[in-house]
């Protein structure tokens, strides 16, 4: 059992950047594939990116790659979403979850999910 708690989350200009934070439960952190995925009023929610259970291996949606980068520290069981130039399309509420086995990016593929936290763009 895992369980997931994001921050970070803020009202930000366009071009501005955000840091995410989530932080996990749990001693076996360090064997998950963690994603980060967000859902915008009256969408689906989407996946963003996701990063294997070492951090040797990142894969991002077409739409962030070269913006966003996701990294892990095991030690301290959390993973990151660092946001630089964000644009008001990437309002949302943005969510952390965690899977066994290797990246995937659909939603149906990871066993646990945080409650999410709001990032708010303006332009």
């Known amino acids: 059992q895992v369980q997931l708690v994001e921050s970070g989350g803020g009202l930000v200009q366009a071009g501005g950047s955000l840091r995410l934070s989530c932080a996990a439960s749990?001693?076996?952190?360090?064997?998950?594939?963690m994603g980060w995925f967000r859902q915008a009023p009256g969408k689906e929610r989407e996946f963003v990116g996701a990063i294997s259970w070492s951090g040797g291996a990142t894969y991002y949606a077409d739409s962030v790659k070269g913006r966003f980068t996701i990294s892990r520290d095991n030690a301290k069981n959390t993973v990151y979403l660092q946001m630089n130039n964000l644009k008001p399309e990437d309002t949302a509420v943005h969510y952390c979850a965690a899977k066994g086995g290797p990246i995937a990016t659909m939603t149906r593929a990871y066993d646990y999910w945080g409650q999410g936290t709001q990032v708010t763009v303006s332009s």
């Open positions: 749990g001693r076996t952190f360090s064997l998950y594939t």
